[in-house]
């Protein structure tokens, strides 16, 4: 069964910095790879996904994220925060031609200091 | 288009008490997730329709927790005798269909607080 790790908790940038949330993921094979963001008082809304071929992904509201196979990793960055990215960000793993349910991480909750 | 909603958004009820949480999928979805996203953890996976049907019901966490959906659309889930264990906010989801789970549009929880 797959599984992904975010290892950070808690995550505090200045507005304007640059942001690099991390996820690792296991899986035998190449995964499905997704990251989601929380808003406060919200549902998640799907930022990008990773299905196959280019390996940096650009995804919604500026952000990005790239496939490491070497590293089982996902992580995902933004060059310059803004106070409204302020939420919980949640990676995911998928595994292609099993459950189509992804297995979700237990999410970074990213400050943004003004 | 509307999105998903979820009905309450917030529910306090003493521990013993029966609940039902609501959702309302997007028009046109025929697949529909309930998720538990208890404080500090990530999302539970607790079941999924297709269509009225839930092929898998094993991520439900107790027989106390049931779920139906009725005319391929709205979708109750259902907590029976409550427990503070319970506490925690109850997400929807849909998606086109079971293959498209990849894609799912979430609502905006309930949180269910047991006293």
């Known amino acids: 069964a797959q599984s992904v790790t975010q290892p950070d908790i808690h995550i505090t940038v200045s507005e304007g910095a640059s942001l690099e949330l991390r996820c690792n993921y296991s899986y035998g094979a190449t995964p499905y790879l997704f990251w989601y963001v929380q808003s406060p008082g919200q549902g998640l809304q799907l930022l990008l996904k990773y299905f196959s071929g280019d390996t940096l992904v650009q995804g919604i509201k500026g952000f990005e994220a790239e496939f490491k196979r070497s590293q089982s990793s996902f992580n995902l960055r933004k060059p310059s925060v803004h106070w409204s990215d302020a939420a919980e960000y949640f990676c995911a793993v998928g595994a292609p031609g099993g459950s189509y349910i992804p297995t979700f991480g237990r999410g970074t909750s990213l400050i943004v200091h003004p | 288009g509307a999105g998903v909603s979820q009905s309450p958004s917030n529910k306090v009820t003493e521990k013993g008490k029966d609940v039902e949480l609501r959702c309302d999928p997007i028009?046109?979805?025929?697949?529909l997730y309930w998720y538990r996203q208890s404080l500090g953890q990530g999302l539970e996976f607790l079941i999924y329709f297709q269509g009225n049907s839930a092929p898998d019901k094993s991520g439900l966490p107790s027989d106390r927790f049931s779920a139906e959906r009725t005319g391929g659309s709205v979708s109750t889930l259902t907590i029976q005798r409550t427990q503070q264990e319970d506490s925690a906010v109850y997400l929807c989801?849909?998606?086109?269909?079971?293959?498209?789970?990849?894609?799912?549009?979430f609502g905006p929880g309930t949180r269910l607080t047991v006293t």
């Open positions: 989801a849909s998606s086109l269909s079971w293959s498209e789970a990849y894609e799912q549009y």
């Open positions: 028009s046109g979805h025929t697949a």
